[in-house]
């Protein structure tokens, strides 16, 4: 069976209460209580987004969310009472798209996993890529980029660079694509949040540990790019070189 949203959390209170919420509002969600539940889910049902707390009782929500990555690209919203900024980063860079701390407003988190359902459920790496055209024109492959060193793929939202081959997570992809659109133009991190996840609550740690895993993957020197560069107080601007 296929729900919109499966719930990771040990607190049985909060996921009924959740996922009864979201059910009530148009979206399809149901809920474990711990980490061999959540992968017994996965062996008969499929989903579209994940929220998953940090503290599983026993086990580690950091862990789970590796062994989710290793074999599905689903976005996965982390929620967790631990407000730390190293407990952020650290969910952000193991490959969860968003930090939600509790208590969370049940409005404002149904209107942030709309927003990506409807941007991961809709959106296609070949549909998207559709939207760099114009930015491509001037390449012998549409499909690829130069950015100094490294070759972007677009029809297989890969990066290489001196001949090895590194995959784009779906919302680096994303980040990337409308960066190419608007090359040469200051991004506010406002119309980042607006654009890419489709809604406001998104916080800046979110948007600057994705930008710093693209660098990672396209600069040579990511901690002195020279084709992301941060605006202080603005956003971003990717500069295409002469």
């Keep these: 069976m296929h729900y919109s949203v499966l719930i990771v959390d040990d607190e049985l209170e909060l996921s009924e209460y959740t996922s009864k919420y979201f059910n009530m509002s148009g979206v399809s969600a149901t809920y474990v209580?711990?980490?061999?539940?959540?992968?017994?889910?996965?062996?008969?049902?499929?989903?579209?987004?994940?929220?998953?707390?940090?503290?599983?009782g026993e086990d580690s929500g950091f862990e789970l969310c590796q062994m989710i990555r290793a074999k599905m690209n689903v976005p996965i919203f982390f929620i967790s009472a631990r407000s730390a900024e190293d407990d952020m980063l650290l969910a952000l860079s193991i490959g969860g798209d968003d930090y939600i701390c509790k208590p969370y407003s049940l409005?404002?988190?149904?209107?942030?996993?709309?927003?990506?359902?409807?941007?991961?459920e809709a959106a296609k790496a070949d549909e998207i890529a559709d939207d760099v055209s114009d930015s491509t024109?001037?390449?012998?492959?549409?499909?690829?980029?130069?950015?100094?060193t490294a070759t972007i793929d677009l029809s297989k939202a890969i990066v290489i660079r001196?001949?090895?081959?590194?995959?784009?997570?779906?919302?680096e992809f994303r980040l990337l694509v409308y960066m190419l659109n608007?090359?040469?133009?200051?991004?506010?991190?406002?119309?980042?949040?607006?654009?890419?996840?489709?809604?406001?609550?998104?916080?800046?740690?979110?948007?600057n540990v994705h930008i710093r895993h693209l660098r990672e993957k396209i600069e040579d020197d990511p901690s002195n790019p020279s084709f992301i560069k941060t605006v202080w107080?603005?956003?971003?601007?990717?500069?295409e070189q002469p």
């Design 33 to 56: 209580t711990d980490k061999q539940a959540a992968l017994d889910f996965f062996a008969d049902n499929t989903c579209s987004l994940i929220l998953l707390d940090i503290n599983l």
């Design 137 to 148: 024109e001037k390449d012998k492959n549409e499909n690829l980029v130069k950015l100094g």
């Design 107 to 120: 409005g404002v988190l149904l209107a942030k996993v709309k927003a990506a359902l409807k941007r991961y």
């Design 233 to 239: 107080g603005t956003g971003f601007i990717l500069e």
């Design 182 to 207: 608007n090359r040469n133009r200051i991004i506010k991190k406002e119309e980042f949040f607006e654009k890419i996840w489709g809604t406001e609550f998104v916080g800046d740690v979110t948007l």
């Design 162 to 171: 001196h001949g090895e081959k590194t995959p784009l997570k779906a919302m």
